[in-house]
């Protein structure tokens, strides 16, 4: 109960902090692995003293960053959306180990090519971003991934 107050309470605080910052920019890239293969990379950039969550936080934790990628006939997803080491710290709030990104942070998801033309891959990246003092309501991006 004192973790959903206190998340409530950040939540509330900070509703008029959120409109003001935008503490994260995400960039698209891929790499081409082979003509049948590819790389999808998301990177986010952190401004200073904000930290990222990872994908992996235990239940009861922040919100977890989570990619969704749009169906297409022309790919298949390969396995699962992976990151970088990043940080992991006893967290007071929480009261439990929770990995973080500062600075940046780079996420990968390869792909299994089905055709040679040229594609468009679309997705969304949900995540949450807090200080030491403040957290931001969680945000959906739209991600676009040109694979040529």
């Not at 990222?52 to 699962?80: M, V």
């Not at 940080?87 to 792909?111: G, R, S």
């Not at 090519?113 to 949900?126: A, H, I, P, Q, R």
Request: glycine share 6%; hydrophobic share 35%.
């Amino acid at each position: 109960m004192r973790k959903l107050f206190l998340i409530l309470l950040l939540a509330i605080g900070s509703v008029t902090f959120a409109q003001v910052h935008k503490p994260v920019k995400w960039s698209t890239s891929v790499k081409k692995i082979s003509d049948k293969e590819a790389e999808l990379v998301a990177t986010a950039t952190i401004q200073k003293d904000w930290h990222l969550y990872s994908q992996n936080i235990p239940k009861g934790g922040p919100i977890p960053t989570l990619f969704t990628f749009e169906g297409d006939t022309r790919y298949l997803k390969k396995g699962n959306t992976k990151e970088e080491e990043g940080h992991v710290v006893d967290d007071p709030i929480f009261e439990m180990k929770i990995k973080y990104f500062d600075t940046k942070a780079t996420f990968t998801q390869k792909i299994r090519l089905k055709t040679t033309e040229k594609l468009t891959v679309k997705g969304t990246v949900e995540y949450m971003v807090c200080t030491g003092m403040n957290c931001l309501p969680p945000k959906e991006v739209e991600l676009t991934f040109n694979v040529n």
